[in-house]
């Protein structure tokens, strides 16, 4: 539960969550007309940052809107939200702002609105989770990070009340990506990942996951993955911001692997805490 006192930012005001209030004629309430993005915190800095900013970039540029703010308006807003020394998570949000009238085609003049709050990360479960494979009944633009997501909305409950933690999308015979997150696999000892492009997001943990195989030697393939060569995995992995390298240890009721983490996860794993640890002590 977030505190109604927590201190957030809303177009340009530091201010308590419950102070802060936007328009119902807001776009992104009407239509989900904007994008967002989660930014982990280690020892109070935020984590890959300019990945993240250069993605959000890319997002506006998708959704044809302008960045409000400059890489260092974002850091120094960001070091003032951010509240000692744990592991949180940076939200932020930019729409397409206030319209007069509710109609789908973009407004003239309109200031964006813009959010950002930090709150605590929890721990990941580091024994492993349970997955569904589901039919990925998203849009085209997978690679805009929108805050438009019913059909990821539908995708994780479904995988929630099935007792697991994620769903993981199918399309066209592909296994993609998880409902929030990206997936790897360990198939005859090689980590895949599905390249990236239009339907998926390219993530940030993803691609630090990319750079740590690239860089200790661990076989690896951008391609994409058979969903018959999924349910056939040694291993499999999601990864995301607030979620790291997560092993999934059962898939649609059947045992992935031995039914614990694999031994390239916990390699894949010790490395990733590396990294983080590097950033808290930098
Ligand atoms: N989601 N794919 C999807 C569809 C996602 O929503 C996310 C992240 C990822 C992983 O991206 P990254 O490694 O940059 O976090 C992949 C965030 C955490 C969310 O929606 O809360």
């Known amino acids: 539960m977030i505190s109604q ?11 308590p969550l419950h102070q802060a209030k936007v328009s119902v004629l807001d776009r992104g309430f009407l ?6 993005e989660v930014i982990p915190v280690y020892g109070g800095k935020p984590f890959r940052l300019a990945e993240h900013l250069e993605r959000l970039d890319n997002s506006l540029a998708g959704i044809r809107m302008d960045q409000p703010l400059t890489s260092e308006e974002w850091g120094d807003m960001f070091a003032r939200l951010i509240q000692g020394m744990e592991d949180q998570q940076i939200y932020l949000q930019i729409t397409r702002g206030v319209g007069p009238k509710r109609d789908h085609a973009f407004p003239k003049g309109v200031a ?21 494979t589901v039919p990925d009944i998203r849009w085209q633009w997978c690679h805009i990070k929108a805050v438009t997501l019913l059909a990821n909305v539908l995708q994780r409950q479904q995988a ?9 999308l199918i399309r066209d015979g592909f296994a993609l990506e998880g409902a929030a997150s990206n997936l790897f696999a360990v198939l005859d000892g090689v980590l895949l990942t599905p390249p990236k492009g239009n339907d998926i997001l390219p993530g940030i943990t993803r691609d630090l996951v990319v750079e740590i195989a690239q ?18 995995a ?3 992995w999601l990864t995301s ?7 999934v240890i059962e898939l649609d009721g059947k045992t992935v692997g031995k039914g614990q983490p694999g031994p390239l996860w916990l390699r894949m794993n010790a490395l990733y805490q590396e990294h983080k640890e590097v950033l808290r002590k930098g």
């Open 241 to 247: 911001s607030t979620r790291e390298v997560l092993p």
């Open 112 to 132: 964006p609105t813009v959010f950002a709050m930090c709150t605590p990360i929890a721990p990941i479960p580091a024994s492993g989770v349970k997955a569904i």
């Open 31 to 36: 239509f989900g007309d904007g994008v967002y």
């Open 5 to 15: 006192d927590l201190i957030v930012y809303l177009n340009g005001e530091f201010l």
């Open 160 to 168: 929630v009340e099935g007792g697991c933690a994620e769903a993981i």
């Open 215 to 232: 860089d200790n030697h661990i076989p690896l393939e951008q391609r994409k993955i058979l969903e018959d060569e999924l349910h056939n």
């Open 234 to 236: 040694e291993e499999v």
